[in-house]
């Protein structure tokens, strides 16, 4: 009996001071995990512009002003418009070999005049777009300069506005029996994309966005399916890139701190 009064002792010892820290909570239980964080983006609208080009395009690349418009919901959460116009289309170094190629064509290749004419250039892409940021923080130049930054992807829908080199071509409907015909008009399609923001201060950022508009277009204006004649049908899904750099601004120009 001794013995068990004993042991009952001993474990009551030790089983009550653990019971004891188990019941206390600690001072970090639900504490967020950064503290004092710097919220950019948490309910704030950002606006701002710059400029942008199309890249990898078949016969013209467009160069854009763009203006951005958007509004974080929450720190990783927003949705945003975005429009670029362009200021001017430059000929593709491949353009300039598919006309040397024409300049004496032999048929059915048409002339080089003939192809030119149907080309399509990009006047306007408008987007809307709802942004993921799942990447933040911060960053040091040479341990010296220092800058918040955030990574996100975007996903929406995207119109492209194009036009005919030539504006005078008959619009590609079906009913058409041309050889070439002009592309003309906004293309409904998906705008995806990744972009960045290098905070300058609180309110102010360069973002950089790389982005992508799928529709269904036809760059040449030429007949694609060889059903012999140049119409919708020969409209296919391609993708239109953009890169562009923004300088935007943010309100309210002071950014909340978490607790």
């Avoid at 009996?1 to 009952?8: Q, S």
């Avoid at 004496?104 to 940021?133: G, N």
Wanted: hydrophobic content about 45%; charged content about 15%; some cysteine.
């Amino acid at each position: 009996m001794k013995k068990r009064l004993a042991l009952l002792f001993a474990l009551a010892v030790t089983l009550l001071p653990l019971a004891a820290h188990a019941q206390r909570q600690s001072p970090l239980a639900d504490a967020p995990a950064i503290r004092k964080r710097l919220e950019l983006r948490a309910v704030r609208l950002e606006f701002g512009g710059g400029g942008g080009t199309t890249i990898n395009q078949d016969f013209f690349h467009s160069v854009f002003v763009n203006l951005k418009l958007g509004f974080h919901f929450t720190d990783w959460l927003s949705l945003s418009a975005f429009g670029g116009f362009a200021l001017s289309n430059i000929e593709t170094g491949f353009q300039s070999r598919v006309k040397e190629t024409l300049a004496m064509p032999s048929p059915p290749a048409p002339t080089a005049a003939d192809a030119a004419a149907s080309m399509t250039k990009v006047k306007q892409i408008l987007a809307a777009q709802l942004e993921f940021a799942p990447f933040t923080g911060k960053y040091s130049l040479f341990g010296k300069l220092f800058a918040h930054y955030d990574f996100y992807i975007f996903g929406g829908p995207g119109f492209l506005n194009l036009e005919p080199a030539d504006t005078t071509l008959p619009s590609c409907s079906d009913t058409n029996k041309t050889a070439s015909c002009g592309v003309s008009g906004y293309k409904l399609g998906a705008n995806f994309g990744v972009g960045i923001h290098s905070y300058l201060n609180q309110f102010l950022a360069l973002n950089v966005e790389l982005r992508d508009i799928y529709a269904k277009i036809n760059p040449a204006g030429r007949d694609v399916n060889g059903d012999g004649k140049a119409n919708a049908d020969d409209l296919t899904w391609q993708s239109t890139y953009m890169v562009s750099l923004n300088l935007v601004l943010y309100l309210p120009a002071t950014a909340d701190i978490s607790p």
